[in-house]
């Protein structure tokens, strides 16, 4: 929750100080931008839990590298890959005598498109946008048991991105924004244990440079 509300001040002072710029259109067309993104699944929390039967780490955090190429002046291309939450956890039987120690995470490589209508253009200062994206989450564990046998184990599932957001141009070459964005996830066998479905909403901030 603190990483969102952090994201959200930074977004709202980016728009302050870009407020006075020029009232010009700024150009897209045939341009092209790499973006990282960082934040949290809202419905996720970063958490260590300590107890009789083992030890069990989770993170909420999403991060991604993201291409995009303005094809049209209101319509772009986009390329994302990048981590969608990760885990440790080891557990102990009754009697102490076996352990099993299991890693998670997931990797997603979507393929999308997002459209900048000029009409809700902030001028040179920014572009509202929304975006619509598709591809594979794959995930992927390590368990180990007795500290010896050791199994990796990877799993794909369909899905896909809605999201809007706001791209601020504080120079030129260089642009960040506020991103809220839904994932939705078809269910895993096996990768993430007792939880089989990682679909939620995502906040999150963009910061790259513009080519």
Known sequence: MKIIVLLAVIAILALQATSTAQVEPIKLLGRHTITFEGGAKTNSSTSVV????????????VGFLNYGYWFDEEWAISLSTGVFGAGVSTKYNIIGTNSNVETNSIILFLFGVKYYP???????????????????????????????NQTVVSESSLGGQVSVGVDLFVASWFKLGPKLSYHYLSNYSEIIGTTKNLSGAAFSLEVGFVL
Request: glycine residues 16%; positive net charge.
């Open 118 to 148: 000029e009409k809700l253009a902030l001028g040179s200062v920014g572009r509202f946008y929304a975006g619509l994206a598709v591809g594979d989450y794959v995930g992927f564990a390590t368990k180990t048991s007795n500290f010896m």
């Open 50 to 61: 300590t107890n009789a039967n083992g030890v069990e780490a989770k993170t909420g955090f």
